[in-house]
């Protein structure tokens, strides 16, 4: 069986990273930065995304902003 690396926003066996977002969010007055960060396929994306269709009824706004680059490499010259 092959699992796609794509994004989920049904990610499983992340509960301690939603309690932990929802616990920084629900703090601002302390936390003023969340940053997450792994390896390609090390679930980052699909956390937040799971994270946000849970919440989706709280205050919580969300804006989803990618700072990924890609170069064109032309390998035939």
């Known amino acids: 069986m092959v699992n796609s690396l794509s994004p989920t926003d049904n990610a499983e066996n992340i509960d301690y990273y939603i309690e932990s ?11 003023k ?12 994306s699909s956390v937040i995304q799971t994270f946000q269709r849970k919440n989706q009824i709280n205050d919580f706004r969300f804006l989803n902003i990618s700072l ?6 032309n390998t035939l010259t």
Do not use: C, H, Q, R
Not at 25 to 31: E, P, T, W, Y
């Open 21 to 31: 977002l929802n616990w920084a969010l629900l703090n601002i007055d302390k936390i």
């Open 33 to 44: 930065n969340i940053a997450i960060s792994g390896p390609y396929g090390s679930v980052k």
């Open 68 to 73: 990924a680059t890609f170069k064109e490499i």
